[in-house]
């Protein structure tokens, strides 16, 4: 994890050229904070090592006409200081416009290390809102037409692969088949996810049960460590006693049962109808094989 603390209880300044001490008191927060959720327990840790060490990597404003700073990075470092009852902080003072910082932001967190997926997605969503001048509201709509048919959308498309090459924690593609996906999830998953009492993982396996199971297989999952493999099981077995049988077909029936194939463009519904008709005769050529391997 990158060094957010260290440094002096006297508040010195040891890090980087360019950084000066400010008083806290002519600092503001960002009024739109691409970070929307911190961990007390990780704050709390932050604020016992500024009140005994100091602030060591200076955060980053940037100057108000009545003379004041507004934050660009470190609220975490910000909120530290000030609970540990510090006066001063070292910054660095970049004279940029809000739009500008608001960018920096929103970069820079997808950059943190103990980023969870729910924040990357919503920062990412963010980026490429302003990147690509789409209503935030569209993109994932968006991102998904255009992962889907790169070939009619080249230059949307290299825009897009670009950003994700910029940020540099993985590809369009995968953001679509997986980043996505957590915006899908019930408060209280979103939740435990944020906390980080619960991986990514898991809380995508317990996602993929029918919502009234939600609350029983989180409480499983964090009440009795079960794996991701156990969450499958237990789900499987909430819904019928299927413990032996693969959670893929289930949620795959599910899918087509909920999927109107009479919306769907005609290239994507022709390949669809391809695959099932493969599907359907590789069951028929040995129906019983599948009933033996249960009994």
Not at 261 to 289: H, S, T
């Amino acid at each position: 994890m990158r060094a957010a603390f260290l440094g002096t209880p006297a508040e010195q300044q040891r890090d980087g050229p360019g950084a000066r001490m400010l008083p806290l008191g002519k600092i503001s927060a960002m009024p739109n904070q691409p970070r929307r959720y911190f961990s007390p327990e990780s704050l709390t840790e932050l604020t016992r090592s500024v009140r005994e060490r100091g602030v060591l990597q200076p955060i980053t404003v940037r100057p108000l006409p009545d003379g004041t700073f507004a934050l660009v990075l470190g609220e975490r470092r910000l909120r530290a200081a000030r609970e540990a009852g510090l006066t001063q902080i070292p910054a660095i003072v970049r004279d940029i416009g809000e739009s500008e910082a608001l960018d920096l932001a929103l970069f820079e967190n997808t950059q943190r290390e103990d980023l969870n997926p729910y924040e990357y997605a919503q920062a990412t969503l963010e980026l490429i809102s302003r990147r690509m001048g789409w209503p935030l509201e569209d993109v994932p709509a968006r991102v998904r037409l255009i992962e889907r048919q790169q070939e009619e959308h080249p230059e949307e498309a290299a825009q897009l692969r670009a950003l994700f090459a910029e940020i540099g924690r993985g590809t369009l593609t995968n953001f679509v088949k997986q980043g996505l996906r957590v915006l899908k999830l019930s408060a209280y998953l979103l939740d435990e996810l944020q906390r980080g009492a619960l991986e990514y993982t898991k809380v995508l396996a317990i996602s993929g049960a029918p919502a009234e199971h939600h609350r029983e297989l989180l409480r499983a999952a964090l009440e009795e460590g079960l794996s991701v493999s156990g969450i499958h099981a237990r789900r499987a077995k909430l819904l019928g006693g299927q413990g032996a049988m693969s959670p893929t077909p289930q949620r795959v029936a599910r899918l087509i049962q909920k999927t109107s194939f009479d919306k769907l463009e005609a290239p994507r519904r022709e390949r669809l109808e391809r695959l099932l008709l493969q599907v359907e005769q590789l069951l028929q050529d040995n129906p019983g094989k599948g009933k033996r391997g249960r009994s």
